[in-house]
């Protein structure tokens, strides 16, 4: 087996649309934040609503790929 302190996730538009994708993170013990470099809410309608938020820690988006790191970051608060 192998384990992970934690998970980055950036589902892209699957965000969106993927039932699997989130089943797979509630399946798993391991904390995931939900990573977007763009904000979903300022584009299309469709993207407001994300599949996989509800199974994650929390949610990082509209920083660029600063929100990976903010991501990171977010695990030592």
Do not use: M, W
Not at 25 to 33: D, L, S
Not at 48 to 56: A, D, E, M, P, R
Request: net charge neutral.
């Amino acid at each position: 087996g192998f384990s992970f302190d934690f998970i980055l996730i950036n589902a892209g538009g699957y965000t969106h649309t993927s039932v699997a994708i989130s089943d797979a993170i509630a399946a798993v013990k391991t904390p995931c934040i939900e990573i977007h470099i763009s904000q979903p809410s300022a584009r299309e309608t469709y993207r407001h609503t994300s599949l996989i938020s509800g199974n994650c820690k929390s949610s990082i988006s509209g920083f660029g790929l600063d929100s990976y790191r903010l991501g990171l970051a977010s695990l030592n608060s």
